[in-house]
């Protein structure tokens, strides 16, 4: 495939609608993977997911013009699972298991679209919201981020001329290309795309997980973005997330069964999954308590993804909790993929090579990194945490309370309850930046 001239494409790109989203594989693996799940298991649930600008400071409304926002959401809603992907997705293997989806699942995604949304704006915000089934309306978080941020990365670039753009770009690039020289003295380095949701373009992700496919060969396992997976025959990288326990505890009928949430759905997820991804996420209430309560049998998992401690101190207290269980951590892995950058990836892995096995998921810091990168200064390409998350199943308000107080989301009493219901120990606050 030819390496795209990102810069000239920017620059002549004049057309009435530039699709951001042309694909429905443009999204992360581990949705799909999800999304069998519910449809198998929780069929009639209904959720609703929200748009939530953690870095209030920048007015998104204020930003990007509502109605090219519009027509992207409109856009993708036209979009539909082509045959060539359905085919790929039901002969591929994942993980190295054949059939990962199955053929009636398969068929269903034939027909399958995006559902309606909600849209206002408030106080220069954009208030998005997403109602419906929770089989569709998951299905929105990944290019609605998507969306919004290449959005706001189109409004920063409107107006640049030619070689400011080529210049921008070419900063952007080798920025990137001195982050692969330093982690290519990483030998064992273990390290994947995560790079989707908060990244600055489609097109700029695809050149970034080119250049780690050449620049770390084997030690760059793949993407979490399945056409970037597909298009560039690498494994699609993913497991499970934070819905899955936010949505069943809201359906809780009982604080125990609240309490109860975290490991049902580890339980459905290793039944439906026939041992398989055994990789548990556990701090959507508090890695503390998670670990705490957790049943015996979670030692036995392949691993953790610790996601908003940080992860050092995350990872020595998940490392403490196995061999306080009798589990050798050297036959374990942990995930690290919260925030993560060159300096971190570095630091995290001198200090867990040779006691864990490790993987890192690179994120924002690797698709959304133009910090120093435009000639005219300024802070516009500057990545923002942006998220969106559930916020309500069955007309339920849903809880996320995290080991990070900044990144908890839902309503404050719901919070408080959940709070005197895991106990709030180990959550430290912590500065959000993507």
Same mark, same amino acid.
């Given at each position: ?6 810069? +000239? $494409? ?5 057309? $009435? ?51 090219? *926002? ?18 790929? *997705? ?14 009636? &699942? ?16 408030v106080d220069g915000q954009?208030?998005?919201h997403f109602a419906g ?25 409107? =107006? ?22 330093? *982690? ?13 949701? $908060? ?70 997820? $290793? ?88 993987? &890192? ?10 910090? =120093?990168?435009?000639?005219?200064? =300024? ?11 559930? +916020? ?33 120990? =180990? ?8």
């Amino acid at each position: 495939m030819p390496v795209t001239d990102i810069a +000239t $494409r920017v620059y002549n790109h004049g057309w $009435r609608l530039d699709p951001i989203v042309r694909s429905l594989l443009d999204t992360d693996f581990y949705k799909l993977l999800m999304l069998q799940m519910i449809r198998h298991l929780h069929p009639d649930v209904r959720a609703t997911f929200s748009l939530i600008n953690r870095t209030k400071s920048i007015r998104l409304a204020e930003v990007i013009d509502e109605q090219e *926002l519009r027509d992207q959401l409109d856009h993708a809603r036209s979009v539909r699972f082509s045959k060539k992907e359905l085919i790929w *997705l039901a002969g591929n293997s994942f993980y190295g298991k054949q059939r990962m989806f199955a053929p009636d &699942f398969i068929a269903w995604l034939a027909d399958f679209q995006l559902p309606e949304y909600e849209l206002h704006k408030v106080d220069g915000q954009f208030e998005l919201h997403f109602a419906g089934p929770w089989t569709h309306t998951m299905m929105w978080e990944i290019p609605a981020l998507a969306i919004v941020n290449e959005l706001r990365s189109r409004a920063a670039l409107k =107006g640049k001329g030619r070689f400011e753009l080529d210049v921008l770009y070419a900063r952007a690039k080798a920025k990137m290309w001195d982050k692969v020289e330093r *982690l290519r003295r990483l030998p064992d380095l273990v390290i994947s795309d995560f790079g989707t949701r $908060r990244r600055h373009g489609f097109l700029w992700q695809r050149w970034c997980v080119e250049a780690l496919k050449e620049g770390l060969g084997n030690r760059f396992i793949g993407s979490s973005n399945v056409l970037l997976a597909m298009d560039n025959d690498l494994e699609a990288i993913g497991t499970n997330a934070h819905e899955l326990p936010m949505v069943l505890a809201a359906l809780a009928d009982s604080d125990a069964e609240v309490a109860a949430a975290p490991y049902r759905v580890l339980e459905e997820w $290793r039944a439906h999954y026939d041992g398989n991804l055994l990789v548990a996420l556990p701090d959507a209430f508090g890695t503390t308590a998670f670990l705490r309560d957790a049943p015996d049998w979670v030692a036995d998992w392949t691993g953790f993804r610790p996601d908003s401690m940080p992860p050092i101190e995350g990872g020595e207290q998940i490392i403490g909790w196995w061999q306080a269980r009798g589990r050798d951590p050297r036959t374990k892995l942990l995930i690290f993929s919260d925030g993560m950058d060159v300096d971190s990836i570095e630091a995290t892995y001198r200090h867990f090579h040779g006691r864990v096995r490790m993987s &890192f998921g690179w994120g924002t810091n690797l698709t959304n990194d133009f910090r =120093g990168c435009d000639p005219a200064g =300024g802070h516009d390409l500057e990545p923002i945490s942006l998220v969106a998350k559930v +916020t309500s199943a069955n007309g339920r308000p849903a809880v996320k309370l995290s080991d990070n107080p900044s990144k908890a989301t839902g309503d404050p009493t719901e919070i408080a309850r959940y709070l005197r219901i895991f106990g709030g120990e =180990g959550r430290t606050a912590q500065a959000v930046a993507v």
